[in-house]
C-alpha cells in the first residue's frame, strides 16, 4: 500500500536509476534549506559586482552626452534617442543583428552629417561621442542580462522577495559606487553623477521587466531561464537519466529539481508545483515548453495550439483538450483515458499505442490519423466525426445524417490483435494481390490470412488484412508483400507464366482454374450489347472507339475503393468517363454506365477478394458516389453480385 503523507526527498540523488511505478505523491523535492542560504548569499555578492557595470554604463553615456552637447545640441539629441532606441530594443527581446546594424548605421550617418558643421577641432569629440555610445549601449544590454539572470535566479530559488531584493540591492550599491567615485576618486561635478545615475538606473529595471517575460515564458530569451534553472537546480533532488517510468509525482513539488530524466512514459504530473522552476529538456518529449506544462500538471490550457508537439508516452488521463489543434502531434504511447478531446483536430495525428478508453471525440477531425492494434478503444464515447479537412473547418460529417450507436464507433476502429495493415505506394496490382491470398490460401501455410477492408491515405493504399494469432506482424507482412512483388513481377512480364507458377492445370482446386480462365479469355468476353473485347481492348459495336480493359479495370477498382473519401471518388469517376467519351468509347451517359457496370462484374467474377470488399463496402460506396445513372449501374452490379 502506497504511503500518500508528505515525503521529504530534498537534496536527494536518483541520477541513472529504475523508479518504475514509484510513488512520490505529494513530496518535497528541491534543495534543502541551507543549500538556499548560500545560493541567495552568493546571488546578492554577483549582484553587487554587477553594480559595477551601472557605473561604467552610467559613466559612458554621461560622457556621450557632455561630448555630443560640445558638438552640435541637435547631435546629443540623435545620440540619446539612439540610446534609449536600443534599451527598449532589448526590453522588446529585438536586440539581433539587424537591430545593432540599424544603430550603428545612425551613428555613423550622424556623424558624417555633422562633419561639414563643425570646427576641425571638435572631430575627436564627435567620434569620442559615437565610440562612448556604442560602448555605452553593449554596458547596456550585458547589464540588463545581467540583472535579469539575477532576478530569474533568486525568484527561481526562493520567492518574488528574493528579486526584489536583488533589484534593490543593485540601486543601492551603484549609487553608493558612484558616490564614493565622486568623493574621492574622480571628483566629478554633481550633474554628472546624476547623468551617471539615470541610465544605471534604466538597465536596472530594464533587466527587471526582462526577467518577468522570462519568467512568463518569452522563448527569446529562453537562455536566460535555462542558466537560472541550471544553477538553482545545484544541490537538488535530481532525477538525471532516470526512468521514471509510470511514476507517480501528483502533488509533488519539484522546485529546484534536475528533471532532465532517460524515461518519462506515462509520467503522473498532475497538480505538481514549480514544474516551471525545475531544470528540464525535451529528450523524451516537449516537456520544456510552458503549455505542456500546464497542461500536465493542470489537466488544461489556454492555449489550443498544440500542433506538431511531441507528447510522446505522456500521461493526459481525463485532461480537458476541446477543441485543440492537434495536427501532426506525437502521442504515441501517450495516456488519453477518460480525455475529453470534442471537436479537436486530429489531422495526421499519431495515436500508435495510445490509450484512448473512455475518451470522447465527439465532433473530432480524424482525417488521416494514425493508430494500430494496440491503440485501445475500450468505452469510448462519440456521437460522429469528421472526416475532412479543408479551407481551416473539419468537413465531411459521419454518420452524415444520425449519431453513432453506443459501442459503433469502437467496433469500426478498434484494432483486432492479429491484424495487420498492408501499405503500397501508388496503384495496387489486383490481380497480383488477388493471387498472393490465393496462394497462401492454397498451400494452407497456416497464416489463415483474411481480407478485412482497403483504404487509400493519399499516394498509399492500405489493404488491411487478419491472420492467425500468435504469428509476428513482421513475418506475416514480410511474406505477403514478397510473394505480392514476385507475382506482380511475373505478371507484368508475360501472362502466361501464371499457370506454371500457380500450378493451376496440376494441382489447384477448381475455384483457381474458374479464375485463371476467365483471366485468359478476357480476349473473347462480351460486355452486354454495346462492347466487347479483342485480345486486351474494349471495344464499342460500331467500332468507333476502344479502350485498353486493363487501364480501365484498374480505373474501376481505384473508384470502388474510395468509398470512404466521397471527395477523391467523383473526381476519379468524372476523370475516367471523360476519358471513355475522349477515346469514343462510351459517349452517352447510358453506354458509360452500363461498360461500369460490366468492368465491376467482370472484376468481382475473377477476384473473390475485390467481390467480397464490393459486398462488404458497398452501401458505402453508393452513398459516396453522386446520384445518377452510374450509381444505378453500381447498385446493379452489387445486387448482382448477391
Known sequence: MHNHQQRDIRGTQFKAICLFEEDFQHCIAGQKNLHKLVLLSTGLV????????????????????????????????????????????????????????????????????????????????????????????????????????????????????AGFLTIATSMLTTSVLLFLSAKFTLDPEPYEVILSLIPASLSVFSGAIVARSVIRGSSKFSWIKNNANFWAATGGTSFYE?????????????????????????????????????????????????????????????????????????????????????????????????????????????????????????????????????????????????????????????????????????SLFQKLTNAVELVFKDQVDWRALSFTFDKFRLEDDGLELELKGVEQRGDYWIVKVTHKEGIP????????????EDLRGILAAKDQQINRLMGIMENQTSTLQNQSEALRNYSTQPFGNIFNITGSTITNLAGSGHIEYAEAANQVRSIVAQGSNPAQMTQKLQQLLAQFQRQNVATTPEQQAELMRQLILSEAESDEIFKGFLKQQGQQILQGMPPGAIASAVYSAIEQLG
Request: glycine share 6%; aromatic share 12%; charged share 20%.
Open 46 to 161: 554577483v549582484t553587487c559586482a554587477a553594480s559595477g557595470v551601472s557605473i561604467l554604463n552610467g559613466g559612458s553615456l554621461a560622457g556621450v552626452i557632455y561630448n555630443s552637447v560640445k558638438v552640435h545640441p541637435l547631435f546629443c539629441a540623435i545620440e540619446v534617442g539612439t540610446y534609449f532606441v536600443a534599451l527598449v530594443m532589448i526590453i522588446r527581446q529585438d536586440f539581433n543583428l539587424v537591430g545593432i546594424s540599424l544603430l550603428l548605421l545612425i551613428a555613423l550617418l550622424s556623424s558624417i552629417f555633422f562633419i561639414p558643421a563643425i570646427k576641425t577641432s571638435e572631430l575627436n569629440l564627435l567620434w569620442t561621442a559615437n565610440l562612448g555610445l556604442l560602448f555605452s549601449i553593449f554596458l547596456c544590454y550585458l547589464e540588463v542580462v545581467l540583472i535579469a539572470q539575477l532576478v530569474v535566479f533568486n525568484t527561481f530559488c526562493f520567492n518574488l522577495f
Open 473 to 484: 506482424r513482421q513475418e506475416v507482412e514480410q511474406k505477403v508483400i514478397a510473394t505480392y
Open 242 to 410: 532516470a526512468n521514471l517510468t509510470k511514476v507517480n509525482f501528483k502533488g509533488a513539488d519539484l522546485t529546484h529539481t534536475d528533471f532532465r530524466a532517460r524515461k518519462i512514459y506515462r509520467t503522473c504530473l498532475k497538480d505538481v508545483g514549480g514544474l516551471e522552476r525545475a531544470r528540464v529538456d525535451n529528450r523524451y518529449f516537449d516537456l520544456d515548453v510552458p503549455k505542456v506544462q500546464k497542461l500536465l500538471t493542470q489537466g488544461s490550457s489556454e492555449n489550443h495550439e498544440f500542433s506538431r508537439v511531441n507528447l510522446r508516452g505522456a500521461y493526459l488521463q481525463n485532461v480537458d483538450m476541446r477543441q485543440f489543434n492537434l495536427t501532426e502531434t506525437n502521442l504515441d504511447y501517450a495516456d488519453l483515458s477518460g480525455a475529453d478531446l470534442r471537436e479537436s483536430i486530429l489531422l495526421r495525428t499519431i495515436l500508435t499505442n495510445a490509450d484512448l478508453s473512455r475518451t470522447d471525440l465527439t465532433g473530432a477531425c480524424i482525417k488521416d490519423w494514425s493508430f494500430n492494434q494496440q491503440t485501445q478503444f475500450d468505452g469510448i464515447v462519440c456521437d460522429y466525426v469528421y472526416r475532412e479537412y479543408e479551407d481551416d473547418r473539419p468537413t465531411d460529417r459521419y454518420p452524415p445524417d444520425r449519431n453513432f450507436e453506443p459501442g459503433e464507433f469502437q
